[in-house]
């Protein structure tokens, strides 16, 4: 027998019955050390004693190393027991149910993005508002055919306590027209104006209310983001540009714009634009815009000369536009009905937490 063959078998064990059947092997009656030693006594004196040396110094080693082998088969195996058995006195903990953002809000925080990266700053106006800030001073008189573009909740005050709707600056505006829950973002480019010296940059981001039977694309409540920018030399290239950028981070690099000849009473020329998206391969009409129209201007000065202010929209140009925000969303996931916005289905609205 060989030693070396003994501790490779003895090694190869993979448990405690192999082991065993190892230590038979050579230890046991018949073994084959066991039997190396019965053959002794045939050998000569000399011989005898160094082959008796060299088997006793083999048994012990292959004592030792049957020990050690058990030995850590023994605590595998318990190992491999305690993780088998192990009991988890752990129990789960109550999930807490976690709102998350409403899908208007995500985009309109990825839209507002971009803008503050162009340099534009946000700013929120009312929404119950002077039927002058909606329509009148925006080129939309009462007789205007454009009004009916937009159907209106008007708003009657009832009640002990008089309500006031205030101007840019606090002052009443009770005697400017009736009051209307905003039919779109566009009053804010006045109210804005009014309070401000040109250059600037806004986008205002905003509910707003139309008078509409809802159906798969319209609903009565909605929002809009509105942008104005107003300077001096500032062209219709600016605005497509700004727009080009807007599709671009909508988009990705191949995001590009498009625009349309459209009429608003506030714009001169008035356009409506679309995004190409590049995934689709399909141009998404988003909203109108065009170059400010000079009543604008001029209304918003005569306001300020009113109230002892000085005339600063003489020589400006700008430009302003005004998209539908669940309109986007809409095209940008392909979302059926926009009724599903606002009827709380946690079903459609966990499909976009952000
Ligand atoms: C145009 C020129 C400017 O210089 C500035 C703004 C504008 C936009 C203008 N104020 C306006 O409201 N135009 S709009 O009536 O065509 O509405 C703009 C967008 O709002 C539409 O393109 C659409 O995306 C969305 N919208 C309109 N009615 C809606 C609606 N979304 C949902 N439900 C409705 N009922």
Redesign the pocket.
Known sequence: MELSAALEEIEKAENLEALQGVKVRYLGRNGLLTQAMKTLGQLPLEERRERGRVLNEWKGTIEKALEEREAALRARALEERLSRESVDVTLPGYAFPSGGLHLTSLILGELLRIFRRLGFSVVEGPEVESEYFNFDALNMPEWHPARD??DTFWVEFRGPTPFTIQGPFGESVNHRGGAVLR????GMQIRYMIAHTPPFRIVVPGRVF?Y?ETDA????M?H?L?GLVVGQGITMADLKGAIEELARGLFGKEGKARFQPTF?P??EP?VQFAMWWPERGKWL??????M?HPYLFRAVDDYREERGLPRVYEGMTGW?????V??LAILRYGIPD?RYFYQNRLSFLRQFRG
């Open positions: 573009m937009q039919t779109h973002t566009s139309r509409e694309s319209h609903e009565a909605f809009q509105e608003f506030f714009v008035g009409e988003l909203g109108g815009a065009g400010v302003a536009f005004g998209m539908g669940e309109r926009i």
